[in-house]
C-alpha cells in the first residue's frame, strides 16, 4: 500500500514539475505562445477551442465528457495514453477483467499493469476527438484521471502566460 501512494505522489509530483518546467520555458522565450504539438497541416482549422486556466495546485485540471459521462481529468503532457482509475472506468461501463491487465507502465517508482481500451469519444468543451486509446489503472496505484498524448497528439495545443489552450 505504500509503494501504490509513493507511486502516485511521484505521478503528482512529476506533473507539477513538467508543468514549472513548460512555464519557465515560455517566460524566456518570445512572448508569442509556443506550439507544443500539432494537428496535422492538412486539417482545416474549425475555431473550436478552449482555454484552461492553472488551478490552485499548479495543475491543468480539465473535466471532460468521454463516452457521454463526465469526468474530472489532470492534464499530464507526460503520460503516454488517457489513464483511467477503475472506478472512473466502471462509471463509463469498462469493467477490465484482471486478466486485462496486460500492459506494462514505466512510473519513476517502478512497474505496474495497465487494462488497454478504447473510448468512443473523448469531449472537451466544443472539441471531440474519436476512438481514443487509454488505460486503466487499479484506483490504488492512480489517485487521479490523467488526459495524456492519446488525446493531446490529436489537438493542437499552446501553453502560454499559465494558461494552456487546446484547439482542433
Not at 75 to 101: C, E, K, M, N, W
Not at 107 to 134: C, F, H, K, S, Y
Not at 135 to 140: E, F, G, L, M
Amino acid at each position: 500500500m505504500v509503494r501504490i501512494l509513493i507511486v502516485a505522489m511521484v505521478l503528482l509530483v512529476g506533473g507539477v514539475m513538467a508543468v514549472r518546467h513548460l512555464e519557465d520555458t515560455t517566460r524566456n522565450a518570445a512572448p508569442k505562445p509556443v506550439a507544443m504539438a500539432a494537428v496535422p497541416s492538412a486539417s482545416p482549422p474549425s475555431g473550436r477551442s478552449i482555454t484552461l486556466t492553472k488551478s490552485r495546485n499548479g495543475h491543468f485540471q480539465v473535466d471532460a465528457r468521454v463516452d457521454g459521462r463526465l469526468l474530472e481529468f489532470l492534464v499530464d503532457t507526460g503520460a503516454s495514453h488517457i489513464a483511467l482509475r477503475q472506478s472512473a472506468a466502471a462509471r463509463l461501463g469498462i469493467y477490465p477483467r484482471d486478466s486485462d491487465f496486460t500492459v506494462r507502465v514505466s512510473t519513476a517508482n517502478g512497474e505496474t499493469r495497465a487494462a488497454l481500451v478504447q473510448l468512443r469519444t473523448v469531449e472537451i468543451g466544443d472539441i471531440l476527438v474519436r476512438d481514443v486509446p487509454a488505460i486503466v489503472h487499479s484506483d490504488a496505484s492512480l489517485g487521479v484521471n490523467l488526459l495524456g498524448m492519446s488525446f493531446l497528439s490529436r489537438v493542437r495545443w499552446t501553453h502560454d502566460r499559465g494558461q494552456l489552450v487546446l484547439e482542433q
